[in-house]
Nanobody, 122 residues
Framework: QVQLVESGGGTVQAGGSLRLSCAASGRTFRSYAMAWFRQAPGKERDLVACIDWSGSSTHYVNSVKGRFTISRDNAKNTVSLQINSLKPEDTAVYYC???????????????WGPGTQVTVSS
């Protein structure tokens, strides 16, 4: 397994931007598909975006298409999420996760970070 730690969360006004980063430990990072999930208070943890091991395939949920961009740097063992045009409904704890398969299903992800809070004020 890889160990994951997120950073970059914070409080921003609606319309603003943030860049979340996830640092992974271990030499096998490049063999994992990666994803960002988010969980708002009282709601389930939902997928935001995922990326395959090479970075050539990505998937986004409809609500973030055109605003969020997932990317990875296998040389630096990092995966990032650029978030633009933030909306109050984007407020949530954002989690980085790793899977041995390119998946959108939470149960396929075997490693999770502790999360980073994103709060968007209106």
């Amino acid at each position: 397994q890889v160990q994951l730690v997120e950073s970059g969360g914070g409080t921003v006004q609606a319309g603003g931007s943030l860049r979340l980063s996830c640092a992974a430990s271990g030499r096998t990072f490049r063999s994992y598909a990666m994803a960002w999930f988010r969980q708002a208070p009282g709601k389930e943890r939902d997928l935001v975006a995922c990326i395959d091991w090479s970075g050539s395939s990505t998937h986004y949920v409809n609500s973030v298409k055109g605003r969020f961009t997932i990317s990875r740097d296998n040389a630096k063992n990092t995966v990032s999420l650029q978030i633009n045009s933030l909306k109050p409904e984007d407020t949530a704890v954002y989690y980085c996760a790793a899977s041995r398969v390119f998946s959108t299903t939470p149960r396929d992800f075997e490693s999770w970070g502790p999360g980073t809070q994103v709060t968007v004020s209106s």
